[in-house]
T-cell receptor
Framework: QKEVEQDPGPLSVPEGAIVSLNCTYS??????FMWYRQYSRKGPELLMY????GNKEDGRFTAQVDKSSKYISLFIRDSQPSDSATYLC????????????FGTGTKLQVIP | KAGVTQTPRYLIKTRGQQVTLSCSPI?????VSWYQQTPGQGLQFLFE???????NKGNFPGRFSGRQFSNSRSEMNVSTLELGDSALYLC?????????????FGPGTRLTVT
């Protein structure tokens, strides 16, 4: 079993929909939780990160961490065609620890 | 400010050969990490270099090696290539002391082994 599980999709939604992306993990020692967006032929770019449990909001994006369930989510409100990309969740034991464990990514397509 | 650059962007090699990939970090960034990305395994951490020293290493065989130069540029080498080494190889850089979540990724080198 992988340390981080993420549904690969693809996930196809109409423009304006609310998108929910999720990951589960097995290592309860993870403290930092990140979401990256990766466009085709590009490297991943950080969208948001959260320390420990709780919610964090940035514009149309909301990240949630539930450590008791070992479950993290990314919500995208009012989705746009420009949001079409692969979304990767990632986790690390501490902020300074460079060994980041990634999910395999969920491919999202937002249809105009 | 220029981003992380990787060369070459695409590479085709034959099984058994070796390959060297190059990464130039963002100016001032002295920490460089390498990752392998495949559809089945996702992104997997290879190693991290800081000030020409390897600081962390992932679970990859010894055929995968790297180094960092005094100007912070980094190279990774894969010897005796196998078909399973076909992947996107990404490097990421960050400032010393910054968290892993503050690293910036390059566009990657797409390696195909035939």
């Amino acid at each position: 079993q992988k340390e981080v599980e993420q549904d690969p999709g693809p996930l196809s939604v109409p423009e304006g929909a609310i998108v929910s992306l999720n990951c589960t993990y097995s290592n309860s020692a993870f403290q930092y939780f990140m979401w990256y967006r990766q466009y085709s032929r590009k490297g991943p770019e950080l969208l948001m990160y959260t320390y420990s449990s709780g919610n964090k909001e940035d514009g149309r994006f909301t990240a949630q961490v539930d450590k008791s369930s070992k479950y993290i989510s990314l919500f995208i409100r009012d989705s746009q065609p420009s949001d079409s990309a692969t979304y990767l969740c990632a986790m690390s034991l501490s902020g300074g620890y460079q060994k980041v464990t990634f999910g395999t990514g969920t491919k999202l397509q937002v249809i105009p | 400010k220029a981003g992380v650059t990787q060369t070459p962007r695409y590479l085709i090699k034959t099984r058994g050969q070796q390959v060297t990939l190059s990464c130039s970090p963002i100016s001032g960034h002295r920490s460089v990490s390498w990752y392998q990305q495949t559809p089945g395994q996702g992104l997997q951490f290879l190693f991290e270099y800081f000030s020409e020293t390897q600081r962390n290493k992932g679970n990859f065989p010894g055929r995968f090696s790297g180094r960092q130069f005094s100007n912070s540029r980094s190279e990774m080498n894969v010897s005796t290539l196998e078909l399973g080494d076909s992947a996107l190889y990404l490097c990421a850089s960050k400032l010393p002391g910054q968290g892993a979540y503050e690293q910036y990724f390059g566009p990657g080198t797409r390696l195909t082994v035939t």
